[in-house]
């Protein structure tokens, strides 16, 4: 996780992405994402919307009840499932905070299902070289 430009990247409070440059191969990335986690059929799924290649796709990770794993990758979102819960997370990456050398990593979770009144979240720092 880098900071290419100033103190800090990402936001708390809005959607942010920029262009990142990285041992010569420069991408755009986001620091948000939706996750939704799903059991339909016995097996426990992940999908997330992330860069791949160089376009958005969605990311399904699905772990099944006979213990295989399988990742799918789609342009397009999959069909709601009504037992699936939905989190957006932002995250901001501080450079030199508290101090010099270190990095301070913050993100923001929400549920962003409408049956929790008032709309959970949650938020979390930590602190890395």
């Given at each position: 996780m880098?900071?290419?430009?100033?103190s800090t990247a990402g936001s708390?409070?809005?959607d942010s992405q920029a262009s990142v440059t990285s041992n010569g191969i420069t991408e755009t990335v986001?620091?948000?994402?939706?996750?939704?986690?799903?059991?339909?059929?016995?097996?426990?799924?992940?999908?997330?919307l992330k860069m791949?290649?160089?376009?958005?796709?969605?990311?399904?990770?699905?772990?099944?009840?006979?213990?295989?794993?399988?990742?799918?990758?789609?342009?397009?979102?999959?069909?709601?499932d009504a037992n699936a819960i939905g989190f957006h997370r932002r995250w901001i990456i501080e450079k030199d905070s508290p101090i010099a050398g270190v990095r301070r990593i913050t993100v923001l979770v929400t549920l962003e299902n409408g049956f929790m009144n008032p709309p959970v979240t949650y938020q979390m720092s930590m602190v890395r070289p």
């Open positions: 880098v900071v290419t430009g100033g708390l409070t809005a986001n620091y948000y994402d939706d996750i939704d986690i799903s059991d339909l059929n016995g097996q426990v799924s992940e999908t997330v791949i290649a160089g376009s958005l796709q969605y990311q399904t990770t699905a772990h099944r009840p006979d213990g295989t794993i399988a990742v799918t990758t789609s342009a397009t979102a999959s069909g709601a």
